[in-house]
């Protein structure tokens, strides 16, 4: 192909190594090049760039979207029950923290959970699965609104205050979750958990929880700025 002055492709295997952000080099009489990775996640100044402009964009975002918070506030608090939902997951370090939602479920919804999994064995094997329901009976009416508009993560702009998440990363899991990530668990660690990331824009409720692990790898591994 050389010869014939055609353009032509060569795909190396890298066997599960980055494959954003390397340097080439090349050397004057050999016919190999040496590809160097750059490993962004282990440089500190492109993390505090990253973290000082999430603290910017997430104080002008919690700004333009107040009158949207103290509106839903009202709706979610109308049956009672509290405005936000608090779930532990895993931060950067293995920290946990309190990730932030507005409440999309009825006050008793483990044991509504519960009950509806003993009732309907096919939603156990799509929960045991998925671990979520395409149609939950603990979700209420404006729980439905919220999700399907994913305006119920909109506190997660505190947690990205607080220094727990970024606007950008892997998912937010909890500790039952890590050992699905087997070895990468470690690059999963490295990064804040993103508020949106990219399962979510390929194709989130129509990816399998399979998916979506090699989607947050994938992520951590190829980590940028945005």
Partial sequence: LVWERLPFAVVPSL???PILGFDQLSFIG?????????????????RRVKFVSDILMASLMT???????????WLVSRDGGPILFRHQRVGRGGRLFDCLKFRTMVPDAQQVLEAHLRAHPEDAAEWQEHFKLRNDPRVTSIGRFLRSTSLDELPQLINVLRGDMSLVGPRPVTEDELPYYGRDVMFYLEARPG???????????????????MFDTWYVKNWTLW
Avoid at 33 to 39: D, E, P, S, T, Y
Avoid at 202 to 207: E, K, L, N, P, V
């Fill in 15 to 17: 066997g599960g190594l």
């Fill in 30 to 46: 050999q016919d190999f090049m040496m590809l160097v990775a750059k490993n962004n996640l282990g440089q500190p100044i492109r």
């Fill in 63 to 73: 700004l333009a979207c107040l009158p949207i918070f103290i509106l839903f506030s």
């Fill in 195 to 213: 508020i949106t990331g990219l399962w979510q824009v390929s194709g989130r409720s129509d990816t399998s929880y399979a998916q979506r692990v």
